[in-house]
């Protein structure tokens, strides 16, 4: 029972161009969302994060959306750079247990020059 | 600043046999993590320490598994027998605190049983 979905295994864009990555979820008790970056033979590491009460996050080159009516959110990059080039995991939690990260099974971007 | 530290980076053992893996959270946090990654699955979390205590242990497969973190600075996951279906990449990760989701993990440590 898959609470967090990425449907997208892998994502191929051009350099300069907007990645989007997509996130579903099931579990309507989740109220915090985040999106975190992985490397071969690396630990996950934080990107971007989003609660419930907005729909809009935004960092730099990241920007996150979410729509609570779908349980959908999405991370947008623009524009794209090769060393974006990463899987992306989108994970959620609750109010309470926000230690305990529920991940999606990751969206393998490559960035290409 | 060091980040989270995980040993083995890999390590292959016979089923049944015993092992332990080790974390190094980041200084000064007290709240730390184990989560688990099985091959081409999601990552799953496992469990949940502030300082020495457990947290939430809600996580963890079976009584196969035996987390740890005496002194509240390191923490060992010990898995014992192993069986095929624990092989994967197991993450530590640690956070100051732990209202927000921002955890730092570690390398992870890859187990493999034969």
């Known amino acids: 029972d898959q609470q967090v979905k990425q449907n997208s295994p892998s994502l191929s864009v051009q350099e300069g161009r907007i990645s989007i990555l997509n996130c579903d979820y099931t579990?309507?008790?989740?109220?915090?969302f985040l999106w975190y970056k992985k490397y071969p033979a690396e630990g996950p590491t934080f990107l971007i994060s989003?609660?419930?009460?907005?729909d809009k996050n935004e960092d730099g080159r990241f920007t996150v959306f979410l729509n609570k009516s779908a349980k959908h959110l999405s991370l947008h990059i623009v524009p794209s750079q090769p060393g974006d080039s990463a899987v992306y995991f989108c994970a959620a939690s609750a109010t309470g247990s926000n230690y305990k990260l529920t991940f999606g099974k990751g969206t393998l971007l490559t960035v290409n020059p | 600043e060091a980040g989270v530290t995980q040993f083995p980076s890999h390590s292959v053992i016979e089923k049944g046999q015993t092992v332990t893996l080790r974390c190094d959270p980041i200084s000064g946090h007290d709240n730390l993590y184990w989560y688990r990654r099985v091959m081409g699955k999601e990552i799953k979390f496992l469990l949940h320490?502030?300082?020495?205590?457990?947290?939430?242990e809600s996580g963890m497969p079976n009584n196969r598994f035996l987390a740890e973190r005496t002194g509240g600075t390191y923490s060992t996951l010990k898995v014992q027998p192993a069986e095929l279906e624990d092989s994967g990449v197991y993450f530590c990760?640690?956070?100051?605190?732990?209202?927000?989701?921002?955890?730092?993990f570690g390398e992870g440590s890859r187990l493999t049983v034969l």
């Open positions: 579990n309507s008790m989740f109220d915090y």
């Open positions: 990760a640690s956070s100051q605190a732990w209202t927000s989701g921002e955890l730092f």
């Open positions: 320490f502030v300082k020495e205590s457990k947290q939430d």
């Open positions: 989003i609660s419930s009460i907005k």
